[in-house]
């Protein structure tokens, strides 16, 4: 890295854009999430009428309702899995976005300090999704 030529208030300008669509993926994955559990319990099972609960065994507290199971069916399982197929995914994802926003705004403010050695460390944790690196202070290269 033999130049760097950053504009800190463009970077700044940036990194709110990217936080207002991480943050617009945020709800979309959450609402991913609410929609196949609902989709998931209106599925329903392959278990005829009252077998399609199962109450569950042991004292019940006085004044509480005895708690019971749901039976789930073979959508149910189906959207599970697909959903725990995608996890890993879609934690990566969310890690890609926050080393990126970190080491974009660590290393910026490095640039201004003028401290380059501690701008391409942040540049660096940031490529190689270093996250312990970016949330502590010290990107000295001590933890490397």
Sequence with gaps: MTAWDIQPQGV???LKVTGGHAGELEKALNGLVT?????ATAAGTAVPGSQAST??????APGHAALSQKATGPVAGALAQYLHGRE???KAMAERIQAA???AAKATNA??????EAAKHAQDAARTLRLDLLK???LTG???
């Excluded at 109450?55 to 019940?60: E, H, I, K, Q, R």
């Excluded at 640039?111 to 380059?116: K, P």
């Design 12 to 14: 700044q300008g940036q």
């Design 35 to 39: 929609t196949l559990s609902d989709a």
């Design 55 to 60: 109450p569950l065994a042991g004292p019940v």
């Design 88 to 90: 890993t995914d879609l």
């Design 101 to 103: 926003v970190l080491g």
């Design 111 to 116: 640039y201004v300090e003028g401290d380059l």
């Design 136 to 138: 502590d202070n010290d």
């Design 142 to 144: 001590g933890g490397r």
